[in-house]
């Protein structure tokens, strides 16, 4: 069985500061990694995935995100955080192949909070 | 990126009543969707898989009796609560990834039940 550890239920950081979201993940194979993030009462948004290739993937607002396998990690990072990125940040990981369909696993989420 | 619909964006019922959620795929045909359930701060929990054509697979532990699901055509799904209660109150969230080999999911944006 496939899972997702967000250890961190709430980040604080000043705006202009960089900012690191944890995740760490368990799935047999190799995983699909993905991160999304939710403003209250909204869906999901898509941020980025790693898939294969690079380990660090750029994503959508300024985002990245670096894979690595030994530690079996995704973390979330933005050179410098902005008031308008607080919001829910969700990772998820799935199993390469088809097996698995398109079922996502996610982790239980992280409240990034970036203050003046 | 595609576009995932819902509707409504919110909804009270009275307890014992059933209430459809609709999920729409606007821009792409889609052949699964997926229905969430979010509780207050927390992650997502997959209730089940819809399938155009097909019986929806249900997650262990929901009652397919109480949410029934059914996947009309290629760009609707819907998800009825069937005499609802207080305690499924939540937050209705559902996805579509845009083709069967599609990495990612495009989620909607949610619909707040609320049963009184």
């Known amino acids: 069985a496939q899972s997702v550890a967000q250890p961190e239920d709430q980040v604080n950081v000043a705006e202009g500061n960089p900012l690191t979201v944890k995740c760490t993940y368990s799935?047999?194979?190799?995983?699909?990694l993905f991160w999304y993030v939710q403003y209250p009462n909204r869906g999901l948004q898509f941020l980025l995935k790693y898939i294969t290739g690079d380990n660090l993937v750029k994503g959508s607002y300024g985002f990245e995100a670096e894979f690595n396998k030994s530690q079996t990690s995704f973390h979330l990072k933005k050179p410098s955080a902005l008031v308008s990125d607080s919001a829910l940040y969700f990772c998820a990981v799935r199993p390469q192949g088809t097996g698995g369909g398109n079922k996502l696993t996610f982790g239980t989420g992280t409240q990034l909070k970036v203050e003046l | 990126g595609a576009v995932v619909s819902q509707h409504p964006s919110w909804v009270i019922c009275k307890s014992g009543t059933s209430v459809k959620i609709e999920c729409r795929s606007l821009?792409?045909?889609?052949?699964?969707m997926f229905w969430y359930r979010q509780f207050p701060k927390q992650s997502l929990m997959l209730m089940a898989t819809?399938?155009?054509?097909?019986?929806?697979?249900?997650e262990q532990g929901v009652e397919k009796d109480k949410f029934l699901i059914n996947h009309a055509s290629l760009t609707l799904s819907t998800l009825t609560v069937t005499s609802a209660h207080p305690e499924d109150s939540s937050f209705y969230i559902c996805s579509a990834p845009e083709r069967v080999d599609s990495y990612e999911q495009y989620f909607g944006p949610g619909t707040r039940l609320t049963v009184t």
């Open positions: 799935v047999s194979g190799n995983p699909y």
């Open positions: 821009d792409f045909q889609a052949t699964t």
């Open positions: 819809s399938n155009e054509g097909s019986k929806a697979t249900y």
